[in-house]
């Protein structure tokens, strides 16, 4: 089945420090790739997405890349701000589907 | 008002009360979900309704009923509930056509503690 894989947290960095966050997934087919963020308090709110290999989402300053030939799709920020911090969520979605898997999250703590 | 509403924020119940979670999606999607959030495990995926059709429940006890009367509004009835049942509940929506591209939209949860 459809499996989604993320590193575990927390993460905890310096402002300005370049955040990855590392998401590998196993699925059939071409599945669509998304990145969440949950504040604190909150629901999750839909980052950036991508649709097909070697597309690159790209939002708030956050990327990812989808790679098909290593089934990953990374998350990175060149420069965190305090406010970036957040649990992250990548998933995906199998073509034709409308269920979301995903993945454990990864808490990340960003201090000034 | 626009997005995905869910209410009440908090609720604090006991093992014998009746108590029913709202969701409301003002986007014009017509799926809408359930999803269990406890605190370090994966979110849950409890029930999808596509069309105000029910077509996914993950092997959910029967303690939880959902419910959708129409597009816009999902309820979650929640009776003789335990203690493990507390958690944070999620609702989203999205759009059938296009699934592919429709991202889920969710709302900020109802947190629900079990006493």
């Known amino acids: 089945g459809n499996s989604v894989t993320q590193m575990e947290g927390p993460v905890t960095l310096s402002e300005e420090a370049f955040l990855t966050i590392n998401c590998t997934y196993t699925?059939?087919?071409?599945?669509?790739l998304f990145w969440y963020v949950q504040y604190p308090g909150e629901g999750l709110q839909l980052l950036l997405k991508a649709t097909k290999a070697d597309d690159k989402g790209s939002n708030k300053g956050f990327e990812a890349t989808y790679r098909k030939e290593t089934t990953s799709f990374h998350l990175e920020k060149g420069s965190v701000q305090v406010s970036d911090s957040a649990v992250y969520f990548c998933?995906?979605?199998?073509?034709?589907?409308?269920?979301?898997?995903f993945g454990g999250g990864t808490r990340v703590l960003v201090k000034p | 008002e626009t997005g995905v509403t869910q209410t009440p924020r908090h609720l604090v119940m006991g093992m014998t009360n009746k108590k029913s979670l709202k969701c409301e999606q003002h986007l014009g999607h017509n799926a809408m979900y359930w999803y269990k959030q406890s605190a370090k495990k994966p979110l849950e995926l409890m029930f999808v309704y596509s069309l105000e059709e029910r077509v996914e429940n993950n092997s959910v006890p029967s303690r939880f009923s959902p419910e959708c009367p129409n597009s816009s509004h999902l309820f979650l009835h929640l009776h003789t509930l335990q203690p493990e049942d507390s958690a944070l509940y999620l609702c989203a929506s999205s759009q059938v056509q296009n699934a592919n591209n429709s991202p889920l939209h969710f709302g900020n949860g109802t947190r629900l503690t079990v006493t």
């Open positions: 699925a059939t087919g071409y599945p669509s």
């Open positions: 998933a995906l979605r199998k073509a034709a589907g409308n269920k979301l898997t």
